[in-house]
């Protein structure tokens, strides 16, 4: 019986409820004892100007057999929140995520919402009613649990209660201790039943504490039932529980600047993943521990590992797409562009396939990005190309610990290679091109999957090359000191890609130039031309002819005006003074900036511009400005340059001297003096 419940729990990775009582710190704080004085909290530190603070938030996970004879885990959690200035009330509107399908179910429960206001002296309790909470369906699988408290306003106090419980148990749900407003207490008590065993991962950005950590005997009971006789049979299960608890208190708020991959990153978390189970009368199981047990599941599993295996269909799709005679890259580059043209991304990620083979992918002309890069790679292989899958986490799912986590993963790609030279191919987007995958995607490392020989390795996802947007512009004026331009533009790469993603998504040329001129004042567009935009693998080409009125400064016999307009930073995008995480900007980049400027007749330069050269120590970035008069020209160059992508929380004070000067170069007017 004991082994039923182990294949129930695990090979269909199930999960249940049943606790082991956990004593709190925080038990004596019952739902709605609420005290005058705990009105009088604030926070603390860099936060004292913050909209709310989190008074405490507190959690506990236990195991047992749920009502499905499923191992499952119950979540309960208690927080409250002080509103401390009127934009803090939106505080008051929260949502919980629940996952439910066909084989793993999720039930939120036990839900208590509550605020209280000091008024003369008293608390005042305004409990939510049943009208101000509504689900939204997310998607198949994902329910949005939407609720808001009443009678939130400056200075009230919000009071959350509720209880999960989930079959799925894989993984389990992150823990945070930070979040965007400061946090004065979190805590989280784990109890695991002596049958399993998780990996924790641990994000420490803030000191957290290990304050207990003991282990006690527990009684779990159930019933498991069986489907073929359609019977329960009642478990008892006498076992040992580690029950540890996890403390962290006056937490800062997460400072979420410019140029990061997620806040997830960098959140003070601790996340789980199932590492092993051992039963009694069963053998000891590991679940993805090495690394060739995680590449074992991938080949195993008939979405991946079956899916990508050469098969008729698809040597005879092949041979209708690539020719005799056709060399290898030429082969995959027919290939690559085959599948990119038949299958269309319906936006969501995955590193397994959803369909049931590649014949059925390219008739359903639409899949996850599994589906498309997996039938990518059986056709690549069916054309005995060298040809791997590369597993990774998108951006927006955060960074892979680096150890056996297959979890983690949630994006697959496929890594070519021709003779000597390997590339990086994602079908999922008609503007893709070798070496140019999502955007998403670019997480700086993949782990590329040896099927035959079970084993992996990492490897760089970085961009190899600069993305650049080379500009030049040509500004005369008319007698009334209009300005006419004439604008060249050529972008190469993801700058390229970025372009091409936006100019596709407006159904005409006309909406898309009416959405370019909108935020730019005074602006009408004489001519525009873009081309290449069919061609991913070419840069971009803009060019645009355009008149500006009212740009214009007028004081006195001067004249003001900004040579840049519309192509320059305005404010610097980095505020804070120190910053513990990375800067992000994704790929390497280059913005150059060319502009000739022919003085109006009746007007001469009142002054010239200094030229500026600022370079980091290690030359990783630089910023060049300089400004030549030439007769009745003005030449204004300007370069940006990031010779990486990736910068460390050391190199921030550099880098926001360098954008600091670039604002303020940036911004410099042009002053021309009446003669």
């Known amino acids: 019986m004991i082994k039923k419940i182990l294949y129930i729990a695990i090979l269909a990775i199930l999960s249940s409820q049943l606790k082991a009582q956990v004593a709190s710190?925080?038990?004596?704080?019952?739902?709605?004892?609420?005290?005058?004085s705990d009105f009088d909290a604030k926070p603390f530190g860099k936060d004292s100007a913050a909209t709310a603070v989190i008074l405490f938030d507190v959690a506990s996970l236990d195991f047992g057999i749920n009502d499905r004879g499923r191992w499952a885990y119950t979540l309960e959690r208690h927080k409250r929140i002080k509103i401390l200035k009127k934009e803090g009330s939106q505080y008051g509107n929260f949502e919980i995520v629940i996952f439910q399908n066909s084989n793993y179910k999720e039930i939120l429960g036990s839900i208590k919402t509550a605020s209280y206001n000091l008024v003369d002296g008293k608390v005042k309790q305004s409990k939510s009613s049943k009208d101000e909470k509504f689900k939204d369906q997310f998607n198949e699988d994902y329910t949005n649990y939407k609720y808001t408290v009443s009678d939130v306003q400056e200075g009230t106090i919000i009071e959350i209660q509720y209880k999960i419980q989930?079959?799925?148990?894989?993984?389990?749900?992150d823990w945070y201790f930070q979040s965007e407003i400061p946090t004065i207490?979190?805590?989280?008590?784990?109890?695991?039943?002596?049958?399993?065993?998780?990996?924790?991962?641990?994000?420490?950005?803030?000191?957290?504490?290990?304050?207990?950590?003991?282990?006690?005997?527990?009684?779990?009971?159930?019933?498991?039932?069986?489907?073929?006789?359609h019977q329960s049979d009642a478990v008892r299960l006498n076992c040992m529980s580690r029950v540890r608890k996890w403390t962290s208190k006056n937490i800062p708020a997460f400072k979420n600047e410019a140029y990061i991959t997620t806040e997830d990153d960098y959140l003070t978390k601790l996340g789980f993943e199932i590492q092993s189970t051992r039963f009694p009368g069963d053998t000891h199981h590991n679940y993805s521990t090495t690394w060739e047990k995680v590449i074992e599941g991938y080949k195993e599993a008939g979405r991946f590992g079956d899916f990508i295996k050469p098969n008729n269909y698809s040597k005879k799709l092949v041979a209708t797409i690539i020719s005799e005679g056709d060399k290898s890259f030429d082969k995959a580059d027919k290939i690559f562009k085959y599948v990119k043209n038949n299958v269309k991304w319906n936006e969501k990620?995955?590193?397994?396939?959803?369909?049931?083979?590649?014949?059925?992918?390219?008739?359903?002309?639409?899949?996850?990005?599994?589906?498309?890069?997996?039938?990518?790679?059986?056709?690549?292989?069916?054309?005995?190309?060298?040809?791997?899958?590369v597993i990774l986490s998108t951006r927006s799912n955060g960074k892979h610990p680096g150890y056996p986590m297959a979890s983690k993963f949630n994006y697959v790609v496929?890594?070519?290679?021709?003779?000597?030279?390997?590339?990086?191919?994602?079908?999922?987007?008609?503007?893709?091109?070798?070496?140019?995958?999502?955007?998403?995607?670019?997480?700086h490392h993949g782990f590329v999957v040896d099927l035959d020989q079970k084993t992996g390795k990492w490897m760089s996802t970085d961009p190899k090359d600069f993305s650049s947007t080379l500009s030049t512009f040509s500004i005369t004026f008319d007698k009334d000191l209009k300005l006419k331009v004439g604008s060249f533009s050529k972008k190469t790469n993801y700058d390229g890609l970025n372009f091409r993603h936006k100019y596709q998504s407006f159904s005409t040329e006309a909406e898309y130039l009416k959405d370019y001129a909108s935020n730019k004042n005074g602006l009408k567009i004489i001519n525009y031309n873009a081309s290449e935009v069919k061609n991913p693998e070419l840069p971009i080409v803009e060019k645009i002819d355009y008149e500006v009125t009212d740009y214009i400064e007028e004081a006195g016999n001067l004249v003001y005006f900004n040579p840049l307009m519309y192509e320059r930073y305005k404010e610097n995008p980095f505020k804070e003074e120190v910053r513990n995480f990375p800067v992000d900007f994704s790929y390497p980049r280059l913005e150059s900036f060319r502009i000739v400027i022919t003085i109006p007749e009746g007007y001469t330069l009142d002054k010239l511009p200094e030229s500026i050269n600022y370079m980091l120590q290690d030359n990783s970035a630089s910023f060049l400005y300089t400004c030549i008069q030439s007769d009745k020209q003005v030449l204004i160059s300007c370069r940006i340059s990031f010779n990486k992508n990736v910068f460390s929380p050391e190199s921030y004070p550099d880098l926001k001297e360098l954008f600091k000067h670039i604002v303020a170069k940036q911004n410099q007017p042009l002053v021309l003096k009446k003669i």
């Open 25 to 36: 710190d925080y038990d004596k704080l019952k739902f709605g004892k609420i005290e005058p």
């Open 166 to 173: 989930s079959d799925v148990i894989f993984t389990l749900r």
């Open 185 to 229: 207490w979190s805590e989280f008590t784990f109890a695991l039943p002596e049958y399993f065993d998780y990996k924790l991962n641990f994000q420490v950005m803030h000191p957290v504490e290990l304050e207990s950590d003991e282990t006690k005997p527990i009684l779990i009971t159930g019933l498991v039932g069986s489907s073929s006789t």
């Open 349 to 389: 990620n995955g590193d397994y396939s959803v369909a049931s083979s590649p014949k059925a992918v390219i008739e359903d002309k639409v899949g996850n990005i599994g589906d498309i890069n997996l039938t990518l790679l059986s056709l690549l292989k069916s054309a005995d190309l060298n040809a791997q899958p």
């Open 414 to 443: 496929v890594k070519l290679t021709v003779d000597t030279t390997s590339y990086l191919l994602d079908a999922s987007n008609i503007n893709n091109a070798p070496d140019l995958i999502n955007p998403n995607a670019l997480n």
